[in-house]
């Protein structure tokens, strides 16, 4: 890669991965907490000829310019007489991760643009509410953080990126683990986040996100001996449905429900259908999108949240390790079975690695990589494996290959947002082989 030229980070540093944001606590009395705000950062590429330098771990990034390849989704699908979502055409995309200097600039224009545009909407979303009674409300608060009323309610939208060139190093690190554990089943499974179902057509248009369905494919096509497991369409397929956070950047654990479905499928282990689980929820749910949009509405529009315990919670062991896997403790798996602690209610923080014990005694032993978007997947997995070892990706001191072969993994899932597939994730998995 020549040094001169430039990566911009459109979306650095925006969200805390753990994504336990609990705000819900001045909800109530309409008092909005301080936020800190992060700035929007512009970075030099490394000159080791990598796409990107890795960022703090407890960090999304978005990053790259998009080339020329054209989103082979179906076109416009509604929702309600009010919402349309996006056709996702025109939007260009690049398989290399290195730009130039006035592709940058390019860049920044067109985000700079659509603030703009977005301030102007809410001037003129405000007149068509005062004669129509309707609420027209499309804007990009701090952060890049596009806020959207929809169905009733404001949604917060996190623009994704990332680039080909990232999507294959994703691809490659995975192959990589298939080609060093031959015994082992590996597969790879990656999310699309709400942006890709919810931006309003002319944020496409603008360029406020790109495709996540072309990175998908483009990771699917790059992998090599792995089982691709397609979270994208069933996902689709369901967009209508709580899926997804309206104030977080995570889905809802009923998106991951159905993404775990997939996987059980391309597993081949028993998988309980939604109502063998016991649904728990707790309304005044405030995340991360209000957090750095610092948009009131999000605020004053706070949801319900709702998990899911397990078939077998009560005969399940779960132990936690530090990030060397030593330091045991004994715990349950749901943090709080009351959804008190929100997204964070199952395994909780992600600096440790999970071991769960089950009462399935099928010889199949899975062991997950994954960033935060993966935590919401293990209380469906188990009812179809004997023993589960969760390891963030960030937070792993330890050779990974190594680690499966001590712990006699069956399994292996590396799994994600597209945001992570298509960022930082692919490097994070290198790391972990070559420890």
């Not at 512009?42 to 407890?58: A, G």
């Not at 069933?234 to 996987?263: C, M, S």
């Not at 994070?428 to 082989?433: D, F, G, M, T, W």
Request: aromatic residues 12%; contains cysteine; negative net charge.
């Amino acid at each position: 890669m020549r040094t001169d030229k430039k990566i911009i980070l459109l979306c650095a540093a925006l969200v805390t991965l753990s994504g336990c944001t609990d705000i819900s606590a001045n909800v109530k009395n309409n008092t909005a907490p301080a936020v800190t705000r992060t700035s929007e950062e512009t970075t030099e590429p490394p000159e080791d000829d990598d796409e990107i330098e890795l960022i703090l771990p407890d960090s999304f990034v978005t990053t790259g310019e998009e080339d020329e390849t054209e989103n082979t989704e179906p076109s416009t699908v509604k929702v309600t007489e009010k919402t349309t979502f996006p056709v996702q055409t025109g939007i260009t995309e690049t398989s290399e991760a290195a730009t130039t200097t006035s592709a940058t600039t390019a860049v920044t224009t067109i985000v700079t643009t659509t603030t703009a545009e977005a301030a102007t909407t809410t001037t003129a979303a405000a007149e068509t509410s005062a004669q129509t009674g309707e609420i027209n409300y499309n804007v990009i608060g701090e952060n890049g953080i596009l806020v959207s009323y929809q169905n009733g309610h404001y949604r917060g939208l996190m623009a994704c990126f990332g680039t080909y060139g990232l999507c294959e190093k994703w691809a490659n690190a995975v192959n990589t683990f298939a080609k060093k554990l031959p015994d082992v089943k590996v597969y790879s499974m990656t999310a699309p986040i709400s942006s890709e179902f919810y931006t309003p057509q002319k944020f496409w248009d603008s360029g406020f996100t790109v495709s996540q369905y072309n990175k998908c494919e483009h990771i699917r096509e790059n992998l090599s001996g792995v089982t691709y497991v397609d979270a994208y369409s069933v996902l689709k397929d369901h967009k209508d449905e709580d899926i997804y956070a309206r104030t977080d950047h995570h889905w809802n654990p009923l998106g991951a429900y159905y993404a775990a479905q997939q996987f059980a499928d391309a597993a081949g282990v028993d998988f309980p259908t939604i109502d063998k689980y016991t649904p728990v929820s707790r309304s005044g749910y405030v995340g991360s999108m209000y957090t750095y949009s610092k948009d009131y509405h999000l605020y004053n529009d706070a949801e319900t949240f709702t998990m899911y315990i397990s078939p077998n919670a009560d005969d399940i062991k779960t132990t936690y390790y530090n990030t060397s896997f030593g330091g045991a403790y004994a715990g349950d798996l749901f943090v709080s079975r009351k959804a008190a602690s929100f997204y964070c209610s199952f395994i909780g923080s992600d600096d440790r690695i999970t071991k769960i014990d089950t009462n399935v005694k099928n010889g199949r032993t899975l062991v997950v990589f994954k960033q935060s978007f993966g935590n919401a997947l293990i209380p469906f997995l188990t009812s179809g494996f004997e023993h589960i070892y969760v390891c963030d990706m960030r937070y792993f001191d330890l050779n990974a290959v190594q680690f499966c072969k001590d712990v006699g993994a069956t399994d292996l899932l590396c799994t994600d947002c597209v945001m992570i597939a298509a960022g930082n994730g692919g490097k994070y998995l290198e790391l972990l082989i070559n420890k």
